[in-house]
Nanobody
Framework: VQLQASGGGLVQPGGSLRLSCRAS????????MGWYRQAPGEQRDLIAR???????NYADSVKGRFTISRDTAKNTMHLQMNSLKPEDTAVYYC?????????WGQGTQVTVSS
């Protein structure tokens, strides 16, 4: 399984970004997928999760601002990030869980700064 993340960049506070993660496998049957992020000197934290039945879960820090979704026709998941704050600055990693293990994308940098 290979994952290709894209969409990171530099954005001003209050701005928006949309991250994408394209998988090399059919994601329709994936039971668990989502996004983690890791800020400098911090641990990698789960911020958004999407299960096969469409259930979503978000970390409190992003709830109401971030939205996870998937496009099964394109084997791609997205993370729409609105109202970005400087504390959202981190490397964002997508994952899918398959065959009882997590597969990771390469990470994409998001920097929120004026």
């Amino acid at each position: 399984v290979q994952l290709q993340a894209s969409g990171g960049g530099l954005v001003q506070p209050g701005g928006s970004l949309r991250l994408s993660c394209r998988a090399s496998v059919n994601i329709f049957s994936i039971t668990d997928m989502g996004w983690y992020r890791q800020a400098p000197g911090e641990q990698r934290d789960l911020i958004a999760r999407l299960t096969r039945d469409g259930t979503t879960n978000y970390a409190d820090s992003v709830k109401g601002r971030f939205t996870i979704s998937r496009d099964t026709a394109k084997n791609t998941m997205h993370l729409q990030m609105n109202s970005l704050k400087p504390e959202d600055t981190a490397v964002y990693y997508c994952y899918v869980r398959k065959m009882a293990r997590n597969f990771w994308g390469q990470g994409t940098q998001v920097t929120v700064s004026s």
